[in-house]
Structure formats: structure tokens, C-alpha cells
């Protein structure tokens, strides 16, 4: 099955800084990779997806890039605010709408 | 909507126990996910029902793990018997399908088994 790959387990920045958190899947058939956002005590929430007929998507401070040919795509946070503290978990699909998780990324954006 | 609704919150028992946690999804959507969360393994895929019909349960761990959706408006995760290393967070989640595979996660049930 697809097996979703994610570095670092945890990050640190500063208040402004960017943020980068990567991932790679092993299935080339995979063709949607969201990313959600969990928050202390949370629930997982879906913050943006990309399919595999796209190279990159934006939203406002978020963006996520994919890399077909190398199996692998990363979440792009800029001007990081305390309220991204949190943990970030990548998935990818290959099965329809089964999603397969990375690990998680502990983000902690100091003030 | 209320969302996807996951009973109990909370549940502890003692090792050899029968849980059941339950959840209700969000009304229309044809896909049904039950997830475990730990610190060591993340989020993994337990099963998933497509229109009530389990599609994949290569992720249920033992044959200790049973799941069920006896229509579309509901869904349990049966452990019989409990272990300690069942400890973890179990959530629910529900998907529209149809080209939509945003995923909509219940509370969870935080369970632990003593």
C-alpha cells in the first residue's frame, strides 16, 4: 500500500518566519495530497489539497508544492503567527478516497 | 449540521473488556473512516464503508477489532477483548465521495484500557 513519508517530526520557528514541512509517498498512482491541520485537544481539519494535475496551490499564507516526478510535496507556511502552533499531518491517496497519513509535524511558532 | 458525532468522549476499562465506540456521519456523505491516533504511529487507516459496504480492512490491527455500519446514519468500532496497547485516540470521519474526499473528523474517543 502507500506508504507517506514526513520531515521534520517537530519544527520550531520564529513569529514571521516561513515554515517548511515536506513529505514523500511511494505510490506514483497517488493523485491527491491534502494536508490538515491539528490543534491541541482538536480534531484533524483539511487547510488545502492539491491533485497530481497541478504543480503548486496557494492559499492567502499557506501554499503546497508537488513534485511528480520525485514523489514528493511540501506545505509552505509564511509569516508563521503563534496561531499556527499545531501539528500538521500530510496525506496521499491512491485508492479513491482512502487518505494515508504521514507521522504528523509539530509546528511551535515562538512570539 | 452538527458535524460527525463520535460517542463516547472519553472511555476507560480494564483489560478484557468489550469497547464500543461509536459514530454518527454527517448526513450524505457515502464514505465512512475509522482512524487511530497515537504518538508512535500517528493517524492510521483502521477500515473505511463506502455506501455502507466495508471496502478496506487491511488497516484493523487483530481480529479483536471488529467494525460495522449497519446503515447509513451509523457506524461502531467493537474491541473485544480490550488490551492495554488499544490505548489511543479513535476517530471517526466521513467524506462526501463524488469527487470530494475532504475528510470530516468526529471529536474522537479517547480510550483507555488499564
Known amino acids: 500500500g502507500e506508504n507517506v513519508e514526513q520531515h521534520p517530526s517537530t519544527l520550531s520557528v520564529q513569529e514571521g518566519d516561513s515554515a517548511v514541512i515536506k513529505c514523500t509517498y511511494s505510490?506514483?498512482?497517488?493523485?491527491?495530497f491534502p494536508w490538515y491541520k491539528q490543534e491541541l485537544g482538536k480534531r484533524p481539519q483539511l487547510i488545502i489539497d492539491i491533485r497530481s494535475n497541478v504543480g503548486e496551490k496557494k492559499d492567502q499564507r499557506i501554499a503546497v508544492t508537488l513534485n511528480k516526478t520525485a514523489k514528493h510535496f511540501s506545505l509552505h507556511i509564511t509569516e508563521t503567527q503563534p496561531e499556527d502552533s499545531a501539528v500538521y499531518f500530510c496525506?496521499?491517496?491512491?485508492?479513491?478516497?482512502?487518505?494515508?497519513f504521514g507521522k504528523g509535524t509539530s509546528l511551535l511558532v515562538t512570539p | 449540521d452538527a458535524g460527525v458525532i463520535q460517542s463516547p468522549r472519553h472511555e476507560v476499562t480494564e483489560m478484557g473488556q468489550e469497547v464500543t465506540l461509536r459514530c454518527k456521519p454527517i448526513s450524505g456523505h457515502d464514505y465512512l473512516f475509522w482512524y487511530r491516533q497515537t504518538m508512535m504511529r500517528g493517524l492510521e487507516l483502521l477500515i473505511y464503508f463506502n455506501n455502507n459496504v466495508p471496502i478496506d480492512d487491511s488497516g484493523m490491527p487483530e481480529d479483536r477489532f471488529s467494525a460495522k455500519m449497519p446503515n447509513a446514519s451509523f457506524s461502531t468500532l467493537k474491541i473485544q477483548p480490550s488490551e492495554p496497547r488499544d490505548s489511543a485516540v479513535y476517530f471517526c470521519?466521513?467524506?462526501?465521495?463524488?469527487?470530494?474526499?475532504?475528510?470530516?473528523f468526529g471529536s474522537g474517543t479517547q480510550l483507555s484500557v488499564l
Open positions: 470521519a466521513s467524506s462526501p465521495g463524488r469527487f470530494n474526499e475532504k475528510l470530516f
Open positions: 496525506a496521499a491517496s491512491n485508492s479513491g478516497y482512502a487518505l494515508n
Open positions: 505510490d506514483s498512482a497517488s493523485n491527491y
